[in-house]
C-alpha cells in the first residue's frame, strides 16, 4: 500500500503527460511509497500510448489508469480517489509538472499541521513557441489578469481561500465527500469552501512550486475563461459569500460594454461614454502590464501580446458570468 496517491484527471494530453510522470518519478520522495492513478477521460489521442511506454520504461513507479467515462474533471478526481489507498492524496494535472521536491514538501506540511490542504505557486510556461503564447503565460501570472489569485505570484506562505491542485490526507475526503461533479470547473474552489466551512484550513507555501503550461492561443484562453466565469456563478448559488472583488469586475465591465453599445446607435453620449471607457481600460492594460514586460520580458511584442491576453481574460469570463444567468445549465462537460 503506498503512503502516497497522485491523483491527475486527464483528456488527450499526449504533449504534456509525460512531462508530469517523468517529474513524479524525479520526485525526492521515495518512488516505492507513491503511486500514481491517471483518470482518463477516454482519451482520443496518444495520450493512453505514452502511459503505457512509461509504465514499461519505469516499472520501479506504480502508474495506473482508471476510466472517467463522464469525461469531466471532478468525476475524474473521484474515479481516481476511489482506486486510490494512500494516506496522502495530492491531485496533479497533466498540464503541470511539479518540482523534485513537490511530494515531500507536501507531505511534511500536512504532517507539520499547517494546512488540512497544502499547496503551492504555479511557475507558468509557454505551452508553444512564439510571442503570443508567450504573452499568454505572463498574462496568467499577472495581477491586472488574475486578481488577488495569490497562488499565481506570491512569495509568502499564509492561509488562503484555495490553491492550486492541493495535496490533503485521505481523512479528509472521508469526512467531506469527493469532489462535486455537477460542477465542470471550479470543483478545487468549491472543495475547498467545503473544507474552510467545516473549519478546516487552506495552506499556501511557495516553496511548494509546480510548472503549469498555459494555453496555446488566444481562442483556447477564451474556452478556458468562458467556463470559468460560466461555472463560478453555479457555485455563488451556492455559496454567495465567496464573491471576491476581481470577479465581481469582469461581468460588470462586459455588461457596461454591452448596455452602451445597444444605447449607441440612438444615443450620442453612449458613443463617447463607450469609447472613454474602452481607451481608459486600455490604456490601463498598457501602463499596468509595460513595466514587467520591458523589465523582465524585453521583448517589445509582448506590449500588445500580454494586454490582448489579459483583455480575452477579462471579457470571456465576464461573458460566461452573464450568460450563466441566462442559459440552461449543460449536462456535460470535457476535461480541458
Known amino acids: 500500500m503506498a503512503l502516497v496517491s497522485v491523483v491527475v484527471p486527464c483528456y488527450n494530453e499526449e504533449n504534456t503527460v509525460r512531462l508530469l ?13 507513491m503511486e500514481v492513478i491517471l483518470a482518463d477521460g477516454m482519451s482520443t489521442d496518444g495520450t493512453r500510448r505514452e502511459i503505457a511506454a512509461f509504465q514499461r520504461e519505469h516499472p520501479e513507479l506504480e502508474v495506473r489508469v482508471v476510466d472517467n467515462p463522464r469525461r469531466i474533471i471532478p468525476a475524474g478526481l473521484n474515479c481516481a480517489l476511489a482506486a486510490a489507498t494512500g494516506e496522502y492524496i495530492i491531485r496533479l494535472d497533466a498540464h503541470s509538472m511539479p518540482s523534485r521536491e513537490y511530494v515531500e514538501r507536501c507531505v511534511s506540511a500536512l504532517r507539520a499541521g499547517s494546512g488540512d490542504n497544502v499547496g503551492g505557486v504555479w511557475e507558468i510556461r509557454p505551452s508553444k513557441d512564439g510571442w503570443l503564447a508567450k504573452s499568454i503565460a505572463v498574462a496568467a501570472s499577472h495581477p491586472l489578469g488574475v486578481g488577488d489569485a495569490l497562488y499565481r505570484y506570491t512569495t509568502r506562505a499564509g ?17 467531506l465527500g469527493g469532489f462535486d461533479e455537477s460542477l465542470l470547473t471550479n470543483e478545487d474552489y468549491e472543495f475547498n469552501t467545503r473544507l474552510r466551512k467545516s473549519g478546516g484550513r487552506v495552506w499556501l507555501d511557495p516553496a511548494i512550486r509546480s510548472v503549469y503550461f498555459a494555453r496555446p492561443d488566444l481562442g483556447a484562453l477564451a474556452r478556458q475563461y468562458f467556463r470559468y466565469g460560466y461555472w463560478k456563478l453555479q457555485m455563488l448559488r451556492r455559496y454567495p459569500d465567496t464573491l471576491r472583488w476581481r470577479q465581481a469586475l469582469p461581468p460588470l465591465f462586459v455588461f457596461s460594454l454591452m448596455v452602451l453599445l445597444l444605447l449607441a446607435p440612438w444615443w450620442n453620449v453612449a458613443r463617447w461614454l463607450l469609447l472613454a471607457e474602452v481607451m481608459v481600460y486600455l490604456a490601463a492594460l498598457l501602463a499596468g502590464t509595460a513595466s514587467t514586460v520591458l523589465r523582465k520580458e524585453k521583448d517589445i511584442r509582448l506590449l500588445l501580446g500580454v494586454p490582448a ?9 465576464g461573458v460566461g458570468f452573464l450568460w450563466s444567468l441566462i442559459a440552461p445549465r449543460p449536462k456535460t462537460g470535457q476535461l480541458a
Open 21 to 33: 510522470l517523468d517529474a513524479v518519478n524525479n520526485q525526492t520522495f521515495p518512488r516505492e511509497r
Open 159 to 175: 492561509l488562503v481561500d484555495t490553491v492550486p491542485f492541493g495535496a490533503f490526507r485521505r481523512v479528509t475526503f472521508e469526512k
Open 309 to 317: 491576453a489579459i483583455a480575452t481574460m477579462h471579457v470571456a469570463w
